[in-house]
């Protein structure tokens, strides 16, 4: 009978959450990209052009019915590209989160619950990191080590994890009060086993929706290294890298910037999207 | 209040400490050859370890850290390696242009966001809300880079109406470094035109997505206002609706908003950097940029420590402005 109750709430909440039609563009938006990177190599027109490839009879051509998004200065058909470009944006939001996510909650959890100088280290260091806008701290970091999509990534989540220590620290501080801790710790809980096991599955939908609202960001970022020259490096197809290697040839070879950066603003727009519908859902503010 | 700003900069002292010594031991730890690419390839080995030598590279970390902030009291942030000058000096030249387009970036984006968030709440999921929602939600989306070249490729290549790169030609006797303003000052008024079609795209550029940020913030926050009991107090006694909007609600709506400036300013000027590479704008990401490309070390900690310090700086005025916007808040506690 439980078991019931529980299947037929389950897609109701579903339901409930992409009644918004806002919501539901995100999700269809995301799911094209996801599938996008995972099938780029069977549904691109032309795989080969991902790499550096190169055909002068081909070169420069506007957008038509047979390369809708034109040629590059190689002759490579920039909608393969752009496809395959979703991986990178994808690798990129994913990594950087779960680094964040991985060093961030658990350093939240201990500042929260052990309380005392334990928390006041810990957040003091994360007022150092959030002392400066991430992207330039980004930037700093990338620029020390050699350009790659790697170090790109790993100078993203550099600045990214104090977001969520300082999140779950806050939510940790609402919980540590509650009665069902309080009996934990009555019982002779250890602090590992409660933190952990007790409070982290509270904090979890928080943690969820500021990855689903923060991951839009991330790709942003990611691709703005890429611009800079900071991040994957040609002839990878990595947004930020395309726009910038398109940017020589304007003001004629308009469409080599204008559709690597369409395919930004509509990803990150998705993930926005979504990740609003979420937090509406789950009720919950993470600004 | 004077008691609590001196408060609030003692307190920010350590957070400050630790951001040069997060930059230092990064640019410290990582492997580099900034002294080789410096010389070039010609240089000899003994020319490489005197220079090194010169600028305390093989000193211990410590000290090198230690002589590192007696200098930055002096005004001293170090040789750049690439144009062989105090970094201090070098930012100093480049500081005011990246200002200048994030404070008009930072006015176009209030002008804008707080009137059109207004407006959508007050048109709370009416058609005029729904479009705002959309466009807001695809102004925070846009790669700044992206658009900046958008609007230069339709606005200055297109249609010829603005400048394609650059701050301005004609000559403005320089006080402030700001040149909207210096050209104001000196009553150079072709100047101020000159200026202030310089500054429009790349500005423009940058602030669509902050904009996109305070609508957002305003209009959640006006929503929030709409429940509350002393708005249908006011609005029971017949006050008209606009007085009650804007006397009551927008002053207490705006202690959020106010945070979401702060924080915005942060990103507007990291985002600048996006911006000024597109336009060729002569503020500090240029000179930033080109000390990536060189690993000029000191370059990147000073640029980096410097926006450090006038983020927090920001954040520092925007905790002053609470009181003004709510008495409740007690500076001096």
């Known amino acids: ?287 | 209040m004077g008691r609590f700003i001196g408060k609030r900069i003692l307190g920010l002292i350590p957070t400050i400490l630790g951001l040069i010594l997060l930059i230092f031991l990064l640019s410290r730890i990582m492997p580099g050859d900034s002294v080789r690419l410096a010389l070039g390839p010609e240089a000899t080995q003994e020319q490489i370890v005197a220079m090194e030598n010169q600028l305390g590279l093989h000193d211990p970390l410590p000290v090198q850290f230690f002589n590192y902030i007696k200098g930055l009291f002096v005004g001293d942030m170090g040789l750049s390696l690439r144009s062989g000058r105090n970094v201090w000096l070098d930012i100093k030249d480049t500081f005011p242009a990246t200002f200048e387009l994030s404070l008009v970036s930072m006015i176009i984006s209030v002008a804008v966001g707080i009137p059109l968030g207004i407006y959508s709440a007050v048109k709370n999921n009416k058609i005029s809300d729904h479009i705002i929602r959309i466009v807001s939600l695809s102004g925070i989306a846009l790669p700044r880079f992206w658009l900046a070249i958008l609007l230069q490729l339709i606005f200055s290549y297109w249609l010829g109406i603005f400048p394609v790169i650059g701050r301005g030609n004609v000559a403005v006797e320089s006080i402030t470094g700001l040149r909207l303003l210096d050209s104001l000052l000196t009553g150079n008024f072709a100047g101020f035109t000159d200026s202030f079609i310089h500054i429009l795209l790349p500005a423009i550029a940058l602030s669509i997505a902050t904009a996109a940020q305070i609508i957002r913030m305003t209009r959640t926050n006006m929503i929030d206002q709409m429940n509350k009991d002393y708005v249908l107090a006011a609005e029971s006694y017949g006050l008209p609706e606009n007085l009650v909007y804007q006397r009551y609600m927008l002053k207490n709506a705006f202690i959020s908003v106010l945070t979401t400036v702060g924080m915005q300013f942060g990103s507007l000027i990291g985002n600048a950097f996006l911006v000024e590479a597109v336009f060729g704008w002569p503020g500090m990401a240029q000179y930033a940029i080109q000390g990536i490309l060189y690993k000029d070390y000191n370059a990147i900690i000073g640029v980096t420590l410097v926006i450090g310090l006038f983020f927090v700086l920001i954040n520092v005025i925007v905790d002053l402005l609470y009181g003004f916007f709510d008495p409740k808040i007690k500076l001096d506690a």
């Open chain 1, 1 to 287: 009978m439980e078991a019931n109750v529980k299947e037929r709430k389950a897609p109701g909440k579903i339901r409930k959450l992409l009644k918004n039609k806002l919501t539901l563009v995100g999700l269809i938006i995301v799911a094209l990209v996801v599938f996008a990177a995972i099938f780029a190599d069977f549904i691109a027109p032309h795989p080969s052009d991902v790499t550096g490839s190169i055909d002068f009879s081909l070169m420069n051509q506007l957008p038509s019915s047979q390369y809708i998004f034109g040629t590059d200065e190689a002759g490579r058909d920039i909608f393969s590209r752009v496809l395959f470009g979703a991986r990178y944006s994808l690798i990129m939001g994913v990594v950087v989160l779960t680094v964040a996510i991985g060093i961030g909650v658990p350093l939240g959890l201990i500042a929260g619950f052990w309380g005392g100088k334990v928390n006041s280290v810990i957040m003091r260091l994360t007022d150092i990191f959030l002392s400066i806008p991430s992207i330039i701290l980004a930037m700093a970091v990338a620029a020390i080590m050699e350009p790659s999509l790697f170090n790109s990534m790993v100078a993203i989540s550099f600045g990214w994890w104090p977001w969520f220590t300082r999140l779950v620290q806050a939510e940790t501080l609402k919980i540590k009060n509650e009665q069902f801790i309080l009996a934990s710790e009555g019982i002779g809980a250890s602090k590992w086993r409660i933190a952990f096991i007790e409070i982290l599955p509270n904090c979890l939908s928080t943690i969820i929706v500021k990855a689903s609202t923060d991951i839009g960001f991330v790709i942003l970022t990611g691709a703005s290294l890429g611009f800079l020259g900071l991040g994957a490096q040609p002839p990878a197809p990595e947004w930020g890298t395309m726009v910038a290697e398109g940017r020589v040839y304007l003001p004629t070879m308009w469409w080599q910037t204008t559709f690597p950066g369409l395919a930004i603003l509509v990803t990150v727009l998705g993930f926005n999207l979504l990740g609003d519908g979420l937090r509406d859902f789950f009720d919950v503010r993470v600004d």
